[in-house]
């Protein structure tokens, strides 16, 4: 990175010092025929991606009692909070509003200990997180956004809160189809 932040800077003053009327000297090596390879790929930032939504995973381990009494008292008090209905099953990345899936009692998907989910859309976001945060007692929460690229959502644009746990990537399909959105 810094090697290549000294090249760019370095042919950049060449060619200022070009433009400018300053003279090369004829022991200067300098190769006008070189690519500059930028390596876009690298670069995310401008990137077209839309966050249509997040998720919230909740996590527990659920062959410890006090952890599935803790995560199931839990989701009671978020679902009564938000006035959460249950979700229908093609809610992934949008939405009408918010909704839970079923609670996990074992690992499923790329979930690997027991888990459960709400559906949030971006205008709940602040509040359910500010609540998750505040009230995830012992309990790892997985806060993810929804794109429709859904191994980077999970596996890299997603934050933890408490712990991270090793999701299993090779549950999640790399894109899903974005439905129609909007209110
Ligand atoms: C970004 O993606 C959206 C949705 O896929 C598309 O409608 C839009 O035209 C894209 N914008 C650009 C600048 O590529
Ligand atoms: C977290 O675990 C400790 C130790 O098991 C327990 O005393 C405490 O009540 C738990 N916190 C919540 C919010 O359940």
Redesign the pocket.
């Known amino acids: 990175m810094l090697n290549k932040f000294i090249f760019i800077a370095f042919i950049c003053s060449t060619i200022s010092l070009l433009t400018t009327g300053h003279v090369i000297r004829s022991g200067d090596k300098i190769d006008l025929n070189a690519k500059v390879n930028f390596d876009l790929k690298d670069i995310n930032f401008g990137d077209n991606i839309t966050y249509y939504s997040y998720h919230i995973h909740t996590y527990f381990l659920q062959k410890n009692e006090?952890q599935v009494t803790?995560a199931t008292a839990l989701r009671s008090k978020f679902i009564n909070q938000f006035e959460v209905d249950s979700c229908n099953a093609a809610c992934g990345t949008w939405c009408p509003k918010i909704c839970h899936w079923d609670l996990n009692m074992a690992p499923a998907g790329p979930h690997p200990i027991g888990s459960w989910g709400i559906y949030v859309p971006l205008e709940q976001v602040t509040e359910t997180i500010s609540f998750i945060s505040m009230y995830h007692?012992?309990l790892t929460i997985l806060v993810h956004p929804n794109s429709g690229q859904v191994k980077i959502d999970h596996l890299i644009n997603g934050f933890w809160i408490k712990s991270i746990l090793p999701l299993d990537g090779d549950e999640l399909p790399d894109t899903e189809p974005i439905p129609p959105h909007g209110h």
């Open positions: 006090n803790e007692g012992n």
